[in-house]
C-alpha cells in the first residue's frame, strides 16, 4: 500500500488547512485509514481515524476543530483542520490499516507533510 499525502503549509494560529491522502491498494483492503502528527521530540500520536465503515475516532486535544472524511470508491482520506493553535504544528502522517486475504492486517504509513501554525 502507497499512500501519499498533500495540503501541508504553514497558516497563522486561527486559520484552516486540508490534508489529503491518496492510497495506492493494489490487492489489499483497507480496514480504517487515519492521521498522525509528531512533534519535534515527542512521540508520534494519533490525531483521527476512520474506519471502512465511516466510524470516526479523534484524539481529545483535536475534538471539534478537526473533521476526518474518507471516499472509498477514490482510496482518499482528508482531515479538515480548523482553528489551528501552534501547539498543532506537526509533520502529519497518513496511516492504513491493510491487509491481503491471506494475511493479517498491517500498518502503512505516508512519508509526512509539514504543517506549521504560527502565533
Known amino acids: 500500500v502507497q499512500l501519499v499525502e498533500s495540503g501541508g503549509g504553514l497558516v497563522q494560529a486561527g486559520g484552516s488547512l486540508r490534508l489529503s491522502c491518496a492510497a495506492s491498494r493494489g490487492l489489499f483492503s483497507i480496514n480504517a485509514m487515519g492521521w498522525y502528527r509528531q512533534a519535534p521530540g515527542k512521540r508520534r500520536e494519533l490525531v483521527a481515524v476512520?474506519?471502512?465503515?465511516?466510524?470516526?475516532n479523534y484524539a481529545d486535544s483535536v475534538k471539534g476543530r478537526f473533521t476526518i472524511s474518507g471516499d472509498n470508491a477514490k482510496n482518499m482520506v482528508y482531515l479538515q483542520m480548523n482553528s489551528l493553535k501552534p501547539e498543532d504544528t506537526a509533520v502529519y502522517y497518513c496511516?492504513?490499516?491493510?491487509?491481503?486475504?491471506?494475511?493479517?492486517?498491517?500498518?502503512?504509513w505516508g512519508q509526512g507533510t509539514q504543517v506549521t501554525v504560527s502565533s
Open positions: 476512520i474506519s471502512s465503515g465511516g466510524s470516526t
Open positions: 496511516n492504513a490499516e491493510a491487509k491481503l486475504p491471506w494475511t493479517t492486517s498491517t500498518d502503512y
